[in-house]
């Protein structure tokens, strides 16, 4: 029983999540941070900083031969950015859901980007594609030492059986 009670309490999904420069400047971190927060997951790593071009270049490599590329990285890296690991069951597809698709102008309201975006390149905040690339980005803006691990009071009350 103990067991089972540690599988379905413990929720070793993370995703990896970076609120861009335009939220920032914006004054939407608080916003964008109570989303997730209110939600139930948990978060367990969060830095202000700047991104060097080069974290920027690394992080979004796979964009590359976009023609967009050297304004994205210009933009990534023009003021400061709040990078985040966040903890909980199917947190990375979850945290895609609350963020809302690409391009802002086909979110549903209620997402991150359906409320408070309009175009495609500002659009506030990264969240991982899958759970490999969160292991992935999390590692290439956090070290180990970084990511904390907590139980939160709330954990009762968000998860039956907890
Ligand atoms: P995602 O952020 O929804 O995962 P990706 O296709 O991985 O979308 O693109 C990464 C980021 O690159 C976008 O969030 C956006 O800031 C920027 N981007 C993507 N497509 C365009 C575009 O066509 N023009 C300008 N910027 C773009």
Not at 14 to 35: E, H, M, N, S, Y
Not at 42 to 62: D, P, Q, R, T
Not at 133 to 146: H, R, S
Request: hydrophobic share 40%.
């Amino acid at each position: 029983f103990s067991l089972f009670l540690r599988k379905i309490c413990d929720h070793e999904e993370r995703t990896f999540l970076l609120i861009k420069p335009d939220a920032v400047q914006r004054g939407l971190v608080g916003q964008i941070i109570k989303k997730f927060e209110q939600k139930g997951f948990k978060l367990i790593g969060m830095k202000f900083m700047l991104a060097s071009k080069e974290l920027v270049k690394n992080h979004y490599s796979y964009l590359s031969n976009e023609p967009f590329f050297p304004g994205l990285l210009k933009y990534m890296s023009s003021g400061p950015v709040v990078p985040m690991v966040w903890e909980g069951p199917n947190v990375v597809k979850n945290a895609r859901i609350i963020i809302g698709i690409t391009n802002p102008e086909d979110c549903i309201p209620g997402t991150i980007r359906g409320d408070f975006s309009i175009q495609t390149g500002p659009n506030l905040i990264h969240g991982a594609d899958g759970v490999e690339e969160a292991n992935k980005e999390m590692y290439l803006w956090f070290t180990q030492k970084e990511l904390i691990s907590w139980k939160p009071a709330i954990t009762t009350w968000v998860y039956e059986g907890c």
